[in-house]
């Protein structure tokens, strides 16, 4: 009998602040049973739940049993920036870019999952504050800024993508702030609302056919004949399972010393009253990225209270996949500098939440969809795109499972495995200096 023993549980620092700006959902449903099933999916994230949403379409009259290890949108889901970016965004590249063909191939992807993302939207009834296709701005705040968003733009153009080049007053009318010297605007991007987002696909799927158990994360995997996932009080029976856990796939044992994590952080505002909102001024929502993939992600959202303003910056290297709440306090501090340096004007603000979020990388930035042994199947590795990426790996793990062929999963099938890394007491350390680094070179990107 095969046998696997799941070494590590999923550990989020901070809460999720998308999920306590929405109403307080109903207890999640625990399995304390054992049951049997057509299809297992082993995570309710972005690329559990578009697993979930494909193999409903490809084989409508099958069991499928989701097991979530937390809540629905309290891990990594529903800890995102919110951005579900179409265009390349190689958060390993200075401008993002990258070889064209892949490019291009990458862009057409990425595109397809928006579009599956942006059917459940329409499916389930989410509004524009969940899900809009309403684009994003690339943000240059310093003349290396600037340089990085000019090369881009020339990568765009060979590409035959469209943009639009902002300057300092556009920039201003858009954000209310003086600081960003320039921006390039790119249409394709939907900004979500990622806890809504998920929330309401977790609901949108459920059915006689469909069970979604949260807080029963997988202790175990078995083999004999058909698959057993154990859980801390019951186990799903079923001849094929979907792995959508992107990082925690090495805590099933596959891929060791090929997969980098990564946290990132991000802090929110309390909600701005209606005298603060007209004193920023500017449009009610926007969303940027950095020139500089070190630099500082700005949201402006509107939640049930006011106006809010999230920042997102800093990367540390964390092959354990757990930080503690000293490093969300240490890196505290260069959010309330980034937020101070461009809002002035709002220099009484207070943060009201604080929280960091996995990401899962790979030295070659591929994914891994993947057969990894009879009737076990991958949807992992998003390489800091989890809302589009995730949604990729979910569909196109789904139609592998199912063997449904199309030319993108080809191409995801034909994607070399992670590059190796170097040991951990070389690769530690060293990333730690290359990201102290890239973060200094950012300048005021960051």
Known sequence: MRQINVTKFPLDPGPAAWNNLLPKSDPGVTLDDNIISDWLVIGAGFAGLAAVRRLSQLCPTDRIIVLEARSVAEGPAGRNSGFMIDLPHDLTSADYGGALDKDIMLTDDNRHAIQFAADMAADFDMGPDVFSQS??????????????????????????????????????EVTGTTYYKSGLFTAGTAIIQPAAFVRSVSKGLKSNLVQIFENSPVTSL?????????????????????????????????LPNRLIHVFTYA???????SQESKLLGGRSVWGITPADPMGTTVRRIKSSEGHRIVVRNRFTYDPSMEVTENRIKRVARDHDRAFRARFPMLSNISMQYRWGGRLCLSRNNVSVVRQLEDGLYSACCQNGLGTTRGTLSGLLAAELATETKSARLDRALSAPEPTKLLPQFLSKPGAATLLKWQELQAGAEL
């Open 135 to 172: 684009g994003k701005i690339n943000g240059a705040a310093t003349i290396k800024g600037e340089k990085h968003n000019r090369e881009y733009a020339a990568h765009l153009k060979t590409m035959g993508e469209d943009y639009q080049m902002l300057d300092a007053p556009d920039m201003k």
């Open 222 to 254: 078995s083999r004999n004949g058909n698959w057993i996932a154990q859980t801390p009080s019951g186990s799903v029976t079923a001849p094929k399972i979907i792995l959508a856990v992107n990082g925690h796939l090495n805590s099933f044992g596959f």
């Open 267 to 273: 802090s929110m505002t309390r909600a701005l009253s």
